[in-house]
């Protein structure tokens, strides 16, 4: 539940109905996991803001007809940034390839990200993997994605330590990355 008590189905068909104030709701809730998601995957802190932002306009372009899978938002937001930094890795790798001279033509440029968008059966299997997590893991993953707890805060509000909540976090992401690409 959010801060008005209404959950991410509740969010996402308010904002289908073109309830800003509802969408505005699943961006506060979820733009520091999207964040870290992007950051995670282009490792530049400007570029990752810049995803998140064209996640968020994706989505919000996106949520009309959208049907959850699962009682989150975040499996669908994630999917989203993936795209987006894939089109940002491109265009990086493009940039130098053309500085060196040679531009590998049999590669698209971008892809659309709007067309992308994650579909019911991923949503469905990336909640269903995170359900098979054991619940430290899954706890781990609510807090440090879900709600973007950094590693010490987590630790502190799980009673272990640092280290293992970063150990446990990068076997989740390993995880749920090896279903999404079984999607790509």
Known sequence: MHAQGRSDAELVAASARGDALAFRELFRAYVRPVFWIAHGLLGDRSDAEDAAQETFATAWQKVRGLELAGDSALPWLATICRFVAANRIRARRREREHVAGSVDERHPDTVDVAQQVIDRDLAARIADEVADMSAADRRVFELCIAEGYA??????????????????????????????????
């Open 151 to 184: 590693y010490q805060a987590a630790a502190d509000e799980l009673g272990i330590a640092h280290g293992s909540v970063r150990n446990r976090l990068s076997r989740i992401r390993t995880r749920l990355r090896s279903v999404v690409r079984e999607e790509a």
